[in-house]
Structure formats: C-alpha cells, structure tokens
C-alpha cells in the first residue's frame, strides 16, 4: 500500500469532547498526528500480539518524544477474552507501573481492544485521556469514533460500558495492508451501513468501488473511511448518548448481536454478524412495508458481494427472541429494531414477533432434524 501524504480530517463535536479524527496512509509513524496530545509522564500502548508485533514498535517510538516512559501491554486476541478479566489486566499493569491520574493510553488495534481500552480509561483513576489508533477497517469506520465503549458479559454483547470519547483518532489507512481478507470484509459491513440508514449515494458508490475496496486500494479506503467517519460524527455529535438517532447505527445489530451470544462469541466475526444481520432487518422493513422488495434484494446481493454471510445460522425461534431481548433497545421486554423507512433514512420500530420469525425463517439455515 502506498503511502500517500494527504492527512483527510473529520471534526467530531459531542458535550464530552471535540476531537479530531485524521485519516491518511502512514501516519503510525509521522511526527505531526501524535503532537497536541494531553502531555504526560507515562504513555501505556494497550494492543494484542499480533497487532503489537506489527505496529507496536513504530508507534512506540513516534510517542517517544511526548512522554518520559512509553509501556506497551499485550491482551489476549479475540472477541471472547473482551471481559471483566481481561479488563483487569489493564488496571493490572497500569497500577504496576505507576501510572497516575495523566497516563495517556492508546489503544492500538481493532474494535476489541479500542473498545475495552477506552473502557479501562474511563475507569481508571475515573478518568484518563485516550486516544484510538483504529487498525482494521471495521475500528476505522466505526468503533473507534463516538465514545462507546464496553466488555461483554456472557448473557449479552457490549452490556458492561460507558461513553467516554477518546482525544483523537488516528487511522493509518497502511495498516490495513496486513489485515486478513475475512476481516476486511468484516470492516465492509459497517461502511455498507452508512448508506441504507443515511447516505444513499454512499451506498451507490460503494457498489461501483467493492472490487477496488477489497483489493485494498487507498484512494478507495480513504473516501470510505471519511464519509463513515462523516456521518458517524453527525449522528454522535447530535445525539452522543443514544437518546433517540443515534439507534440508526446498530442497523443490523439486532439481528447480529444475536447470533454473536448465540454462537458464543469468536465464532462469527462482529461484521459477519451484522452483515448478515442487516440483510434480516432490511427483509422485516419490507415485510412492514416500509421499503420494496427490490431494494431488500440490491442490499443483499452487496453484502453478499462484500464476502459476507446472509444466511443465519440455524437456532430456534424462542432462542432468538430470548436474545432479542436482551438488545439495549429493547423496552419493558419489547424488542425494536433499527428499520429502514425509505432508502436512506432508519427509523427504530417494534414489530410482531410473528412476523420477525417469519423473516428469521427465510434467511437462516435450515435446522437439522
Ligand atoms: P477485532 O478487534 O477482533 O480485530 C480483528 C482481528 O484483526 C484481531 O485478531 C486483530 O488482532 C487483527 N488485526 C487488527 N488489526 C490488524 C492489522 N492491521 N493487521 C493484521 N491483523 C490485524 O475486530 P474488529 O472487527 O476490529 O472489532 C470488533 C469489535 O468492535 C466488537 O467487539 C464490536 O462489538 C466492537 N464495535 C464497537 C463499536 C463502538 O461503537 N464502540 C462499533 C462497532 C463494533
Ligand atoms: N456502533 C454503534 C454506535 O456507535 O452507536
């Protein structure tokens, strides 16, 4: 991947925070992305193995001239260690080293490690600055921006979390050289959401452009992680806490967290889930009648294009309801679902469970006798 030397950057104003996220192909290791920063004695990078090994060094040293001390702390990889326990482990090693009150962590890596990175940052001290430093497509476009953050809890997904906005973004578009295809695809799922729920242009160039984005083209990244990040800041900055709007963007959630805790987590990858999530809820919009067919079918046929799955696993109907439950947009034990109104525009509706299973039905895998 080439490095190109235009920096693209996003503004995200919420009540918590104003921050800029910036956007370019090697930045990991430039001066100017890492100047302004909160100043403090101690930087602590918050990664995992592989990611680490990667970019753990670079990173490391663009820091040096910021802080006194830079530590570096490995988690363990994967969805199923994004708990309590593996949380601890931060507490663990930033009271070991003595970090006090003005630690900046940075959380380099996908959405596992931003997202209980800045859980840990949250807590710590009860509160230090943190800054995302997104390396997959999917941490780019999307977890790494707005102030969510969580651990999983083994009866539901991202249940144990608070909103705290980091000081920056940083995605260094060149890092996305090394992730698998899978994951690539995993990242599409959530650039794919911006457009149904906002931005049908959006959604027309991702469908010329698919080929060039899972080829890794630069100029192909750099457009889809500035609009996301675009409309992701939008909606944040309108509605940081998930009031009302900011619901849109677990279009596909639903569905997909679901078939995260029902499979046990690490099984399908986060983007999978909502991928394949997505394609159900656009099919309950259209059995309410809020969208045709045809629209359903083309949303489909591009997350199928992305190398996403759009046939559910097969469970049981009461199973999935059980889960369904669970969603955090449930009210008094009613779950509501992000739909699409008109291509475009999502609204969050509550619909018959009849129905619900009805689209379940048709978009899973048959269940074995
Ligand atoms: P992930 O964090 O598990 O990363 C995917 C895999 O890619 C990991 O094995 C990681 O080590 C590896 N990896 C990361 N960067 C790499 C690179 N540049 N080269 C090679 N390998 C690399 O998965 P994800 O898809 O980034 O994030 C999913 C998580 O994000 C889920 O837990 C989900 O709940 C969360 N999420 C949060 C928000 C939010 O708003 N906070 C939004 C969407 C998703
Ligand atoms: N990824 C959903 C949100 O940030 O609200």
């Known amino acids: 991947m080439e490095v190109q030397s235009t920096t693209r950057t996003v503004h995200v104003a919420t009540p918590q925070q104003r921050y800029d996220i910036l956007i370019g192909a090697g930045l990991l290791g ?13 930087g602590v990078i918050v ?17 040096a001239p910021h ?13 199923q260690y ?13 009271l070991a080293e003595g970090c006090d009150r003005r630690t900046v962590l940075y959380a380099l890596g996908g959405g596992v490690v931003g997202d209980m990175s800045g859980f840990a940052a949250a807590c710590y001290m009860r509160g230090v600055p943190f800054v995302q430093v997104p390396t997959t497509l999917l941490a780019q476009v999307d977890s790494s921006v707005g102030g969510k953050t969580a651990v999983n809890h083994p009866r539901g997904k991202n249940m144990i979390g608070a909103f705290y906005q980091p000081a920056r973004v940083v995605c260094d578009l060149a890092t996305l050289a090394t992730l698998p295809a899978r994951e690539l695809s995993a990242g599409l799922a959530e650039v794919i959401k911006y457009g149904p729920i906002a931005d049908m242009a959006l959604m027309d160039w991702i469908e010329s452009h698919l080929d060039a984005l899972r080829a890794g083209d630069v100029d192909a ?13 939008a909606v944040v900055g309108a509605d940081e806490r998930e009031a009302g709007l900011r619901a849109i963007l677990n279009f596909g959630h639903t569905f997909g967290h679901a078939i995260e805790s029902g499979l046990g987590y690490g099984q399908w990858l986060h983007g999978e889930a909502v991928g394949c999530g997505m394609a159900m809820a656009v099919e309950l919009s259209a059995a309410l ?6 629209f359903a079918a083309r949303l489909v046929r591009l ?10 696993p097969a469970m049981a109907g009461s199973r999935w309801l059980e889960l369904m439950r669970l969603d955090k947009k449930a009210q008094a034990g009613e779950i509501r679902f992000v739909v699409i109104e008109s291509p475009g525009r ?3 509706r509550a619909a018959p469970d009849a129905l619900v299973l009805e689209v379940i039905a048709g978009r899973s895998e048959p269940r074995r006798p």
């Open 47 to 63: 990664s995992n193995a592989t990611v680490d090994g990667l970019y753990g060094a670079a990173l490391a040293a663009a820091l």
């Open 67 to 79: 802080h006194r001390r830079v530590t570096r702390l490995q988690l363990p990889e994967g969805e």
């Open 221 to 233: 990244l750099a457009h889809a992680v500035q609009r996301s990040c675009e409309i992701k800041a």
């Open 303 to 312: 997350i199928e294009r992305a190398g996403l799955p759009v046939r559910a």
């Open 82 to 94: 994004k708990d309590w326990a593996t949380l601890n482990l931060i507490f663990d090693h930033l």
């Open 30 to 42: 430039a001066a100017a992305p890492w100047q302004g920063l909160p100043a403090a004695d101690h």
């Open 346 to 348: 999502a609204g969050v």
């Open 289 to 294: 009648g809020l969208v045709d067919a045809a």
